[in-house]
């Protein structure tokens, strides 16, 4: 076992599952190979615990490495140990969560150990969009393994305890450990790899049982669903006064007000996660300019732009929505891109992608400005113009081309300029344009938003929305994929 580990790779499997529900497969596999005197060698289980067993009853294939055996490394065995359970687990349309403790590839083994490592990606790829794929790191996971990682659906890591790279800190030219931890967990937390950081072991555990209960267990059978303990019309009072802090909000309006959140330290100025809506398991994307503490109190502001980073973040998770038939809400506050050299150079390919997911979602898609929805950045986030099936706007929200004083110091700036009063002017101008283009009212006379809600009906509205929704089929041009 890694220096730092705690508990065993039995142990692991244990407290993630329901009690007594694991059945261990393979057990008595081990190494075949005899180069370097491997015979010699006991490596029980190949350094690879895998079998089946439930969370909340719902059936889950796992697979736990065994850092005590070998460094937990990969080998040939080891690799096809991890495919069998691949393979069962597409049979019969369940998730897949390793819990990973690996040194890497087993030297002794070398090409054995590579294919094994191009199987897994293989079946990995294949499990992608039909069944999730989480990855927990308790220990070391290094080179091969972390590409395994990333091909996840999600991936957690112990805050102390694990250590995810692809070339180790003290491999990257002009760094070292001590400097920059390039493997830790906050660090691949902020760079949007992991998605899920745990105080310990035993969090991280906990963390993945939650993620596992508002899943769906594949991509077509849904046991998501769960009974809704809370009022379907219940009012949310507080409800504008968190629309800055988007993650609070969404809080807010969920059953019992549950919202599991998804990369939390990635591009902290989008947000994407998980609530729930008359029981349904609903995806939320929103914008967020500020943070606030548990006392009110705002410790964090940003700007009510798309960013480079945000962009790809939503990008990424409307995808897995789409693919798991899980509703998207959207909660809309933008004014438009990030403006830094930095930015320019991947803003719009990742912009591109974001309007291509959410144009390309067949699953139910609802909308909600909740402050300001300006340009083309607005049509990004999930407008009517790209498919939202329902758009609604909270009172005084602003929708236009831009902010309507700007929009007037452009139309009226010869009238400006010889106006005896220009603020006057300017003001008087700008009033008159937001009304006739830039409010959520004169969108909403134009069929571009549906209905304009009070703050506090949001929660019943949204409910209302997605019900009326559940059935939604809609069929796209005959093709292989997009390419964007």
Do not use: W
Not at 254 to 266: G, T
Not at 320 to 336: E, Q, R, Y
Not at 391 to 420: C, N, R
């Amino acid at each position: 076992m890694s220096k730092m580990s705690q508990m065993s790779a039995m142990d692991r499997i244990k407290s993630l599952l329901d009690e007594n529900s694991f059945v261990e497969i393979g057990a008595c596999v081990t190494k075949r190979s005899t180069d370097f005197n491997l015979q010699e060698k006991s490596v029980p289980a190949d350094g690879v615990i895998t079998g089946y067993g439930t969370i909340d009853c719902n059936l889950v294939y796992v697979y736990s490495q065994d850092a005590s055996q070998l460094g937990g490394s990969m080998g040939e065995m080891h690799a096809k140990k991890i495919a069998k359970i691949y393979d069962m687990a597409l049979k019969v349309s369940a998730p897949v969560i390793g819990l990973i403790d690996c040194a890497g590839l087993r030297l002794q083994e070398a090409t054995d150990a590579l294919a094994g490592f191009g199987d897994l990606y293989f079946k990995q790829t294949m499990a992608s969009g039909v069944i999730p794929q989480i990855s927990a790191v308790f220990g070391t996971c290094g080179g091969g393994s972390a590409i395994s990682a990333a091909l996840s659906d999600f991936t957690f890591m112990a805050k102390e305890e694990s250590h995810l790279f692809v070339n180790s800190p003290n491999a990257l030219e002009g760094n070292y450990i001590e400097k920059c931890d390039t493997s830790s967990a906050e660090y691949q937390a902020k760079s949007g790899l992991v998605d899920f950081v745990g105080e310990d072991e035993l969090d991280v555990l906990s963390q993945i049982r939650n993620l596992v209960s508002i899943l769906p267990t594949n991509n077509e059978d849904d046991d998501s669903y769960e009974e809704c303990t809370d009022d379907l019309n219940r009012l949310v009072p507080s409800f504008a006064a968190f629309v800055k802090d988007s993650a609070a909000a969404l809080a807010e309006i969920s059953d019992n007000h549950v919202f599991v959140e998804v990369k939390r330290e990635y591009a902290r100025s989008m947000v994407t996660g998980f609530i729930r809506l008359n029981g349904m398991t609903v995806g939320a994307i929103a914008n967020r300019t500020a943070v606030f503490d548990e006392e009110g109190k705002e410790t964090e502001s940003f700007d009510t732009v798309l960013t480079t980073g945000g962009a790809r973040k939503a990008e990424s998770f409307v995808s897995f929505c789409d693919a798991f038939n899980i509703p998207v809400l959207t909660l809309t506050n933008v004014t438009g891109y990030e403006a830094t050299k930095c930015a320019e150079r991947g803003i719009a390919k990742a912009v591109a992608k974001l309007t291509y997911a959410f144009a390309n979602a067949t699953v139910p898609k609802v909308n909600l400005i909740v402050g300001k929805a300006f340009g083309s950045a607005y049509i990004t986030m999930n407008s009517k113009h790209i498919g939202a099936d329902l758009v609604f706007a909270l009172p005084d929200t602003e929708v236009g081309m831009m902010e309507p004083k700007a929009a007037a110091e452009i139309m009226y700036a010869e009238e400006i300029k010889e106006a005896s009063d220009s603020t006057a002017m300017i003001q008087e101008r700008a009033e008159e344009y937001r009304k006739l283009q830039g409010s959520g009212e004169s969108a909403a006379k134009r069929g571009y938003i549906d209905n304009i809600i009070r703050p506090e009906e949001t929660r019943k509205h949204l409910i209302f929305a997605f019900d009326m929704l559940f059935t939604k089929r809609e069929s796209r041009p005959s093709r292989k994929h997009g390419t964007v």
